[in-house]
């Protein structure tokens, strides 16, 4: 089943303190995927696929897939432009079941009319997952006219009740799913569950602050997290669907069985994210580059924004480059909110750390556990690899770890004397 609705494509919007412009960020970088699994380019000028699973019941999972039709090529047909896409999914799992083989699924999109362009187009399909299992999925959407493939890899816990597919977001009154889990403060969701003939869902609030990651050199034990929660209740249905009301920001962490830690986990942030629309949010994205002493300055001044700009004038050199920085920066800031965020924002997370500061890299190469990034070319001794192991973490697929080298040190202060000399890095 294929859908099509108008595009609401985000439009990173910023806020630059020079005259108080907002200005719409488009990353320039582009990444070359080398195994074709995972890039951090700007999402707009790609198919770019949203995934969302539903385990609907013991052995069958709906995969829906949304993506742009922007950046598809149209081709002339016997009446009119249109673009053909393919899509096929590929589930891999580590241990096999006489007799119980997943499914490999092909798709062909229906012809996508040029008038279409610009809207986004849904994807609805079942396949056969049998239970017991974890899978791995590659989904590819192909681009017939060119040849242009997408490809990302999603993992598909069926193994338990509690696992994250099993419950189903969705906005009142709308059947497709919410793809994100990070949703809106006081608003009310639909939450099905029919792998169980639930009646509860057991629900735990967290509202924590989570500090700074330290710079790539520098070796640290992140404190344990503390399960206990904030607050906990209980939301109860007779069928299986369920009604939420999120409150201020923090996380919910949802589930049908108490004994695991395993659970389905939304995210409350502000209105505005993963934008960064005003002074306060440029202000701690922007400790990465400045001294703890010229942070405590930034913080006591009595006009923060004044204050700010008069740092990345004084850095750049005059006004219009500074600008340039700032857009730069904040609009890494922002792409980092939209790829890396999990339990924490996502300029907070050891990725959003090193994207911020060094921009997007060259290569990407990704695997279920572990993603390295290549700054340069490959295997030529002047470039630099980060390494970044998936952590286990109950709420999100989405918590990956820098292994941390000393070797990063003199890159590191490069590329932070480069930004206050004026030179986005």
Avoid at 34 to 46: C, R, V
Avoid at 337 to 348: A, R
Wanted: proline share 5%.
């Amino acid at each position: 089943m294929v859908m099509m609705t108008a595009n609401r494509s985000f439009s990173f919007l910023g806020m630059l303190l020079i005259g108080s412009i907002f200005y719409a960020c488009s990353s320039s970088s582009e990444v070359s995927s080398s195994n074709a699994i995972s890039t951090y380019g700007d999402a707009k000028l790609k198919i770019e696929p949203e995934i969302k699973l539903f385990h609907k019941s013991k052995d069958s999972t709906t995969v829906f897939i949304k993506f742009n039709t922007e950046n598809l090529l149209y081709v002339r047909g016997e009446e009119k432009y249109e673009a053909s896409l393919t899509v096929k999914i590929d589930p891999i799992s580590g241990k096999e079941t006489a007799g119980k083989r997943p499914d490999k699924k092909t798709v062909a999109v229906p012809a996508i009319s040029k008038d279409k362009k610009g809207a986004v187009a849904l994807v609805k399909t079942n396949i056969y997952l049998p239970a017991g299992n974890n899978y791995n999925l590659t989904v590819t959407i192909r681009d017939e006219s060119n040849g242009k493939l997408r490809e990302k890899l999603i993992p598909a816990y069926k193994d338990g009740a509690n696992n994250r597919e099993n419950f189903y977001l969705r906005e009142q009154g709308v059947s497709t799913p919410l793809f994100t889990d990070r949703v809106k403060p006081n608003t009310t969701y639909s939450l099905d569950f029919e792998i169980l003939d639930a009646k509860a869902i057991y629900v735990n609030y967290y509202n924590r602050s989570f500090p700074l990651p330290p710079p790539p050199f520098a070796y640290y034990e992140p404190k344990p997290f503390d399960y206990n929660p904030d607050d906990q209740f209980v939301i109860s249905s007779e069928s299986g669907k369920f009604t939420f009301t999120t409150g201020e920001e923090g996380f919910y962490h949802f589930r049908a069985d108490t004994t695991s830690k395993k659970g389905y986990t939304l995210f409350v942030s502000s209105d505005e994210f993963p934008e960064v629309t005003n002074v306060q949010n440029m202000v701690d994205p922007f400790r990465y580059v400045v001294s703890g002493k010229e942070y405590k300055k930034l913080l006591e001044a009595p006009a923060l924004k004044v204050e700010m700009e008069k740092f990345w004038v004084d850095w750049s050199g005059d006004r219009d480059r500074a600008r340039k920085n700032i857009e730069t920066y904040y609009s890494r800031v922002e792409m980092a909110n939209t790829f890396f965020s999990s339990h924490l924002e996502g300029w907070k997370s050891d990725r959003g750390l090193i994207y911020i500061i060094y921009g997007a890299p060259n290569k990407v190469y990704k695997t279920a556990q572990l993603e390295t990034w290549i700054y340069g070319e490959e295997r030529n001794p002047l470039s630099i690899t980060f390494r970044f192991i998936k952590v286990d973490n109950p709420f999100t697929e989405n918590d990956f770890r820098l292994t941390r080298e000393d070797y990063y040190k003199p890159s590191w202060y490069r590329s932070i004397e480069a930004w206050r000399s004026g030179r986005a890095y």
